[in-house]
């Protein structure tokens, strides 16, 4: 009778104790691998309302990956196009139009404690023009995505062949933060390049190579 509880217990254990290993393994990213990595940025800008509400076209922002390896950060300049005028949420723009309207007074300009800290970078004063006497300071973004040093990524032969940006960075235009979508991983980037052998994009057929030096040279 004791042999077998103490097999029931061992049995029990076992399985606890598998059970536990196949959960922490589903969780586990190999040395590199930081798909789901999502860090807060020093400024709370969301792709969300951008590149989905407002469907600004993410090479608009990031004009490098036409043109070079690396997508790059918007400089400041870019964000100041629109910013420059729209200083706060549309929504409390007009609210406080509404409210000054009713109590028959001027409308207080707004500006959203986000985007202050875009014109505080820039060294602008209250009416948004350079003060010389304030230090600009650049923006520290936390970067993202990175691959590591012995792999060769370029983002120009891929967005001249028409691969969108989500095929990588997944559905970035329903993002508040943005978050590393895929792995990217040798595997994962092999296995798209060899279903997309043969195929056609943005009209034009493709035939991304397999050689291992097209990635490592």
Not at 5 to 29: D, M, P
Not at 72 to 97: D, K
Not at 188 to 207: K, M, Q, Y
């Amino acid at each position: 009778m004791r042999v077998r509880v103490v097999i029931i217990v061992l049995v029990l254990g076992i399985g606890i104790v598998s059970a536990s290993l196949v959960s922490a393994l589903t969780r586990f990213n190999l040395v590199g691998n930081n798909e789901g990595y999502r860090p807060e940025q020093p400024i709370a800008y969301s792709h969300r309302v951008h590149a989905g509400e407002l469907a600004i076209p993410c090479l608009y922002c990031h004009p490098g990956a036409e043109r070079s390896r690396h997508a790059g950060i918007p400089s400041s300049n870019i964000c100041m196009n629109c910013h420059r005028y729209v200083t706060a949420p549309l929504g409390s723009i007009r609210e406080e139009e509404r409210v000054a309207g009713e109590e028959g007074r001027e409308v207080v300009p707004l500006v959203s404690a986000e985007l202050q800290k875009l014109y505080d970078s820039l060294g602008l004063d209250e009416q948004l023009v350079r003060d010389p006497e304030r230090e600009e300071q650049p923006i520290v973004w936390s970067r993202v995505h990175q691959v590591p040093d012995f792999v060769y990524f370029d983002h120009r032969p891929h967005v001249t062949a028409g691969v969108t940006c989500q095929r990588c960075h997944g559905p970035i235009e329903g993002m508040d933060r943005v978050r590393q979508f895929s792995s990217l991983s040798m595997g994962w980037c092999v296995n798209c390049h060899r279903e997309s052998g043969g195929t056609r994009l943005a009209g034009r057929p493709v035939d991304p190579s397999l050689d291992c030096v097209t990635c490592h040279y």
